[in-house]
């Protein structure tokens, strides 16, 4: 099956200051890649999303990248904010089941 | 905005102990799923569901475990013998027909004593 591995797991950057997160996954066939953001006592909630047949996706200060030749993906956040700390999931999905990273906890520092 | 909700927030049982957790999907979606997240750990698939049938099961989906969508608005995940190990976060998500998106809600917190 499917494995998503994520780094890393924790992340600390100064206000403003952008922040990356990695994830790599094993199964070629996985042609949907959504990433959720969790905040303290919440579910999951959908940032941003990139499908196969596309290598880049922007919405505001949020962009995730795709390689799909290396099986990574990455999500950028630019001009970090504290209400942007939170944990972060990769996923990984074909044939809509949905396969999870590990998380990482994104702390901005005002 | 729609959202999905479930209940209860918080769900303390003995071990060997049957719960129902219990979610409500957003309205005009099909496709429904469950996921358990063991605390510091990832969020694991459980089951999917559509029209009245497990789509998709894991391997941690066992006997124990069994899914229904007892009326036109719920969609309940059993628990048939707790385990210790059945300690998690379990979370419901729905899905609208053609898209990829899946909602989640807040979360049942099960904690087996």
């Known amino acids: 099956g499917e494995n998503v591995e994520q780094h890393p797991s924790t992340l600390s950057v100064q206000e403003g200051d952008s922040a990356v997160i990695k994830c790599t996954y094993s199964?070629?066939?996985?042609?949907?890649f959504p990433w959720y953001k969790q905040e303290l006592g919440k579910g999951p909630q959908l940032i941003i999303d990139?499908?196969?047949?596309?290598g880049e996706k922007k919405d505001q200060r949020i962009a995730v990248t795709l390689n799909k030749t290396a099986k990574h993906f990455s999500l950028h956040i630019t001009e970090t904010q504290p209400e942007d700390s939170a944990v972060y999931f990769c996923?990984?999905?074909?044939?809509?089941?949905?396969?999870f990273g590990t998380g990482t906890s994104l702390t901005v520092i005002p | 905005e729609p959202e999905v909700t479930q209940t209860p927030s918080h769900q303390v049982t003995q071990m060997g102990q049957e719960v129902i957790l219990r979610c409500v999907p957003i309205s005009n979606h099909l496709y429904f799923y469950w996921y358990r997240q063991i605390l510091g750990q990832k969020v694991e698939f459980l089951v999917s569901?559509?029209?009245?049938?497990?789509?998709?099961k894991s391997e941690i989906f066992d006997d124990q475990f069994s899914v229904e969508r007892p009326d036109g608005s719920n969609f309940t995940l059993k628990i048939r013998s707790t385990k210790l190990e059945d300690s998690a976060m379990y979370f419901c998500a729905s899905r609208l027909a053609g898209t990829e998106t899946q909602y989640f809600g807040p979360g049942t917190r099960l904690l087996v004593l």
């Open positions: 569901f559509y029209n009245n049938e497990i789509s998709e």
């Open positions: 996923a990984a999905s074909s044939d809509n089941q949905f396969y």
């Open positions: 199964d070629s066939a996985s042609n949907y």
């Open positions: 990139i499908r196969s047949n596309v």
